[in-house]
């Protein structure tokens, strides 16, 4: 197992200051590098060690405080192990910043972080992956239709509202995207009913897109998220299998 060195680092923005955390194998060698998108939880332990293990299989990783606006991570105080079913003022207090967040000013972001990482010593030259996870998946769908010759590979999890009837939706960037994508759907997630799948998927195939789009059967909305009541092992597994198969495709 390769050993890693993490490190809490400052991004500039148009609009501030984006904490984050950067991880890569110690051996400081330049390595291919994967922007990481939140969950609505935040930048918290789970997704440094989620970072962690993407950097032990050969990659440079940052996991931006998207919500950086609001306040270094952590942005919410949150229990060890979250349920927002047992704890329903987690959400009431979450969703006013995830709302606040607009694909205007998400893309400000992605532009900053995206240019970061191209200067970043231990990141090598070339076009970066995207993993997101619930909110971060239509983060990582965004980013890649924003900046398309800047993305290799985009993978989303758990996502929602990829594809629904707004204006904004992130699924009309179809069109613009060069990267292969993959998305790996929670089973019954509300955030994301059948239709909006069969939309983002008809989306990515006339657009030409490279990509998969699947199921993920008994998965419920944040199953990758181990310090979650959402966590699904079987789910998780199958999530790390496809998106390092992907990271392997592209790279």
């Known amino acids: 197992m390769t050993s890693v060195q993490g490190t809490a680092v400052d991004i500039p923005t148009e609009d501030g200051t984006a904490d984050a955390y950067l991880t890569h194998p110690a051996d400081g060698e330049p390595r291919p590098a994967v922007l990481l998108y939140m969950d609505a939880f935040g930048l918290r332990p789970q997704l440094r060690a989620m970072a962690d293990r993407l950097a032990e299989a050969g990659y440079t990783v940052l996991v931006p405080n998207v919500f950086y606006r609001h306040g270094r991570a952590p942005v919410f105080e949150l229990p060890e192990f979250i349920d927002p079913g047992a704890r329903p003022e987690i959400f009431q207090s979450i969703m006013p910043v995830m709302q606040a967040l607009t694909p205007e000013a998400a ?43 800047r993305v290799a590979a985009a993978a989303g999890f758990h996502g929602g509202r990829l594809a629904t009837e707004e204006p904004d939706s992130p699924h009309l960037v179809a069109e613009h995207i060069t990267a292969e994508l993959y998305f790996g759907h929670a089973d019954q997630d509300p955030s994301l009913p059948v239709e909006q799948i069969e939309r983002l998927e008809s989306a990515l195939t006339e657009a030409g897109v490279r990509h998969r789009c699947e199921v993920y059967p008994g998965a419920g909305h944040g199953f990758t998220q181990a310090d979650t009541a959402a966590y699904h092992r079987e789910g998780d597994e199958r999530h790390w299998a496809a998106l390092l198969d992907l990271l392997k495709r592209t790279f």
């Open 107 to 149: 893309m400000r972001d992605a532009d900053a972080y995206l240019s970061w990482l191209a200067d970043c010593p231990v990141a090598a030259d070339g076009p970066v992956a995207l993993t997101g996870y619930c909110m971060g998946a239509r983060l990582s769908l965004l980013t890649a239709g924003t900046f398309p010759d």
